[in-house]
């Protein structure tokens, strides 16, 4: 009996220590459980929350948009004239100071006129002798024709007489002519602007003998105002500038240098267009013309214009800056109410150095990203500088 006792409670004793175990082994699960839950608690309290990305924004706005191509442009004198001498002689007189501004009509300078003077009072004294001559023959045809009635002279006198007399009337027209060229002739001895303009270096000083035969001639004068700008276009723009030139003036601006000390915009209109495209370079010729009132605009100078060819009137625009590239074509990032991201794609009708025309995908006073676009994602959440 004794041994049987001794048996149950060596058998019950493992059957403890079993259970003891089993419950040890739950508590330190839970309680691992219970760390793990509490770490990752901590972990997520400590980490900082996601900052917001800083961009600018524009928002989509209906304007008038021009739309404009640039050309680089040379500047020339409206009319450029080098002045010679149309006869020989001594110039004897210089009227004019180098950089002068003359109008058409001022005299500039002086040939000696005496050999010229001379040729014309010999031309007038020939005149005045065949008229003479003529006056007497025409007395005689006179004459002739009251004798041969009554029969005291033939016929043939008066034809003869009568051929006489057309032949002084010649000779007075011939005489009329010759005035007429000495006194030209006399007339160039004094040498006049043809135009309005700015006078140049001179080429020759008074004392020097000249002629009508002189390449650098005495001077030259350029028309400043107004003045040209011509420049080349591809041929591929001749069908607007045509449709623009159709539809009235076609303004032309000047674009300064960045660098430039004279900021000014100047306005002009093209003139013409020319009759041929260039086929080496496949470009157009276009001249256009400026007031130049205050003279700015120097002959032989290289000038930057920008040729206004329409305008779209009441369109959707955003800033340049903000249209995005990507594999579906153009995009923007709309920025909505709550300052989060989406990414929309776009159609562009047209764009110009600073403007973009939206055709489709955006609305009116939407909001685009404009810069700090490189960081953002669709749902990114932004923080808009200057709110």
Known sequence: MV??????????????????????????????????????ETKQQARPPQSATPVTVAAAAKQDVPLTVDALGTVAATNSITVRSQVTG??????????????????LARIDDRSYRAALDSAIAKQAYDEAQLENA?????????????????????????????????QVRQDIASVDSARVDLDHTTIRSPIDGRVGI???????????????????????RPIVVTFSLPQQDLPRVKAAQAAGPVPVRTVPDAGATDQTVREGRISTIDNSIDSTTG?????????????????????????????????????IVAIQRGPDGAFVFVVKQDNTIEK????????????AVIGEGLNEGERVVTSGALRLTPGSKVSVSGQ
């Not at 276009?286 to 060819?309: C, E, H, M, T, Y």
């Open 202 to 224: 001179r080429a020759v000083d008074a004392g020097n003998l000249v002629s009508s035969t002189d390449t650098d001639g005495i001077v030259t004068i350029s028309q400043l």
């Open 283 to 319: 470009t157009i010729k276009v001249k256009s013309s400026f007031p130049n009132d205050d003279a700015a605009l120097w002959p032989g100078a290289f000038i930057n214009v920008r040729v206004q060819l329409e305008i779209r009137r009441n369109v959707l625009t955003v800033p």
């Open 90 to 107: 001594t110039l004897t007189q210089i009227l004019f100071t180098e950089g002068q501004e003359v109008k058409a009509g001022d005299v």
């Open 344 to 355: 929309r794609v776009v159609k562009i009708s047209v764009q110009t150095a600073e403007l």
């Open 138 to 170: 025409r007395v005689d045809l006179r004459r002739y024709q009251t004798l041969v009635r009554s029969q005291g002279v033939t016929q043939q006198s008066v034809d003869t007489q009568r051929a006489q007399v057309a032949m002084y009337e010649a």
């Open 3 to 40: 041994a049987k006792q001794e048996r149950t409670g060596m058998s019950e004793a493992p059957k403890r220590r079993g259970g003891w175990l089993g419950w040890l082994i739950v508590i330190l699960i839970v309680a691992a459980g219970a760390w793990w839950l509490f770490g990752r």
